[in-house]
T-cell receptor, first 111, second 115 residues
Framework: GQQLNQSPQSMFIQEGEDVSMNCTSS?????WLWYKQDPGEGPVLLIA?????ELTSNGRLTAQFGITRKDSFLNISASIPSDVGIYFC???????????FGKGMKLTVNP | DTGVSQDPRHKITKRGQNVTFRCDPI?????LYWYRQTLGQGPEFLTY????????KSRLLSDRFSAERPKGSFSTLEIQRTEQGDSAMYLC?????????????FGPGTRLTVT
């Protein structure tokens, strides 16, 4: 089964607001990935993190690799309507190539 | 630069029928993965290939499921004797073996509905 716990499960925000979400694990991960999925489409890779403590930005998105290597955070600043979708955290499980995913965070942005 | 493509995008089939899905990875990527996603869940790993070799299979991949990547390029996923529980989005991803590792790029998926 899945090992990643994402919170919150959903958020409703106004356009222009910032949003934060996090992902925790009971085991250590060496890589954290954040994906966004639109309805009926596959996940799109947003940010990849490889080092504990690493902070990486991609436009209005900023993600951090937790210092314990058991968590990661994603922030979206100044949200816009096209940010709507489901955000997933993921990481390779136990030295394997397979990714395990969180259950996702559904973001709704009200214009 | 084309991304991962999957065909068909949607498939409706009757219980008991066989279905086959195709995935074309990003051209220089040597690893190819199959995942299954049900409503409200994240994708779950099924299997992966490095070139033409199938290196890992999940316990989710029952005997009715088979995947191939005969020439190390495109891959097919076949489901025999489909059941209603097979209804899901089937996602393909690809990656390039590198020192950093981990980054998998997904296709648009094939939505399977078994009636």
């Amino acid at each position: 089964g899945q090992q990643l716990n994402q919170s919150p499960q959903s958020m409703f925000i106004q356009e222009g607001e910032d949003v934060s979400m996090n992902c925790t694990s009971s085991s250590i991960f060496n890589t954290w990935l954040w994906y966004k999925q639109d309805p009926g489409e596959g996940p799109v890779l947003l940010i990849a993190l490889y080092k504990a403590g690493e902070l990486t930005s991609n436009g209005r998105l900023t993600a951090q690799f937790g210092i314990t290597r058991k968590d990661s955070f994603l922030n979206i600043s100044a949200s816009i309507p096209s940010d709507v979708g489901i955000y997933f955290c993921a990481g390779p499980q136990g030295g394997s190539e397979k990714l395990v995913f969180g259950k996702g965070m559904k973001l709704t942005v009200n214009p | 630069d084309t991304g991962v493509s999957q065909d068909p995008r949607h498939k409706i089939t009757k219980r008991g029928q066989n279905v086959t899905f195709r995935c074309d990875p990003i051209s220089e990527h040597n690893r190819l993965y199959w995942y299954r996603q049900t409503l409200g869940q994240g994708p779950e790993f099924l299997t992966y290939f490095q070139n033409e070799a199938q290196l890992e299979k999940s316990r989710l991949l029952s005997d009715r499921f088979s995947a191939e990547r005969p020439k190390g390029s495109f891959s097919t996923l076949e489901i025999q004797r489909t059941e209603q529980g097979d209804s899901a989005m089937y996602l393909c991803a690809s990656s390039l073996v590198s020192g950093t590792g981990g980054e998998q790029y997904f296709g648009p998926g094939t939505r399977l509905t078994v009636t």
